[in-house]
């Protein structure tokens, strides 16, 4: 399938901005199924200073910096994106999850040496040390029985995320730690990834965040809303030598065709859309909209 993606972030000011300086994670990147054949970022106003280059994981990041005073900052994100079928390898190939844990802290190649990164704690998915990592591993090993292979466990604990926890655009912000999510049971799609992420970690598994878009239909009978869609965050699991798949709790599935990967890290905080610091500005206001569109006759 082939997309049109625009995803359009606007911040308004009650006071000038004499400064800004943002890191922006909007370009989507080049994975084994996805090919980003265009990607443009419009950035009003113009800033003075932009810088591209890729960051510690392989994205694509962009930095700009404003000098002049301005009420209104506007970035438009235009993309032009290609995703083929997920073909996922045999089942026998998948090892048992207890192989896969065992496999990671010794293996040197360097598959294993960048998925062991995955394994720690990071900044919104901690404290698996303790008393939450406690309560996060014995919730996964329900969906991780003895000798059961790492692609079923995943699978299980993904429907199982499904289940429990219930989607709510107004329960959480990205600050919310991850010890609430887990004890209320409620989030948004960040929140679904960083409570399965934390389970596989607290486990000894590999887990990386992933954030990118989701093709969105309307009811039937109804045209589809330009710009009703937005961004949306999953995970991907290291099953050893059948490498990473990605697994969605908030839709429960394996992401396939109407995934579209924009970055991955180790939590939400290695790959905000946009992040950044200005002075001035008095209070503000963020809008956010983003428009996933398949091109005609593309398959």
């Known amino acids: 399938m082939k997309y049109r993606v625009v995803h359009e972030t606007s911040y308004s000011y009650t006071e000038p901005v004499p400064v800004c300086q943002n890191l922006v994670h909007l370009t989507p990147r080049d994975t084994a199924r996805q090919i980003c054949r265009n990607h443009r970022l419009v950035i009003k106003p113009a800033p003075a200073t932009t810088l591209r280059r890729l960051d510690y994981f392989g994205n694509q990041v962009s930095y700009f910096s404003l000098h002049e005073g301005h009420r209104r900052l506007t970035l438009t994100a235009h993309s032009r994106i290609e995703v083929r079928p997920l073909v996922l390898p045999a089942e026998s190939t998948f090892p048992s999850w207890e192989t896969v844990r065992a496999q990671l802290p010794s293996?040197?190649?360097?598959?294993?040496?960048?998925?062991?990164?995955?394994?720690?704690?990071?900044?919104?998915?901690?404290?698996?040390?303790?008393?939450?990592?406690?309560?996060?591993?014995?919730?996964?090993?329900?969906?991780?029985?003895?000798?059961?292979?790492?692609?079923?466990?995943?699978?299980?604990?993904?429907?199982?995320?499904?289940?429990?926890?219930?989607?709510?655009?107004?329960?959480?912000?990205?600050?919310?730690?991850?010890?609430?999510?887990?004890?209320?049971?409620?989030?948004?799609?960040?929140?679904?990834?960083?409570?399965?992420?934390?389970?596989?970690?607290?486990?000894?598994?590999?887990?990386?965040?992933?954030?990118?878009?989701?093709?969105?239909?309307?009811?039937?009978?109804?045209?589809?809303?330009?710009?009703?869609?937005?961004?949306?965050?999953?995970?991907s699991v290291y099953c050893g030598a059948a490498g990473w798949v990605d697994f969605d709790p908030t839709n429960d599935v394996i992401p396939q065709e109407e995934h579209l990967t924009v970055a991955w890290g180790r939590d939400y905080s290695d790959v905000c859309p946009v992040a950044g610091v200005f002075v001035g500005g008095g209070t503000n206001s963020l809008q956010v909209s983003v428009d996933v569109a398949p091109l005609e006759g593309a398959a």
């Open 107 to 235: 293996d040197p190649t360097a598959l294993g040496l960048d998925a062991y990164q995955f394994v720690f704690p990071s900044p919104h998915v901690d404290k698996l040390w303790g008393e939450l990592g406690a309560e996060l591993a014995q919730y996964a090993l329900e969906s991780f029985p003895k000798n059961r292979s790492i692609l079923d466990g995943a699978r299980d604990l993904t429907a199982r995320v499904h289940r429990d926890f219930r989607y709510d655009a107004n329960a959480t912000h990205v600050y919310t730690p991850l010890e609430e999510v887990f004890r209320l049971r409620h989030g948004v799609c960040q929140d679904l990834a960083h409570v399965q992420i934390g389970c596989l970690r607290a486990l000894g598994l590999a887990a990386r965040y992933v954030s990118g878009y989701l093709l969105t239909h309307p009811p039937p009978g109804r045209p589809r809303l330009v710009g009703a869609d937005a961004s949306h965050a999953w995970l």
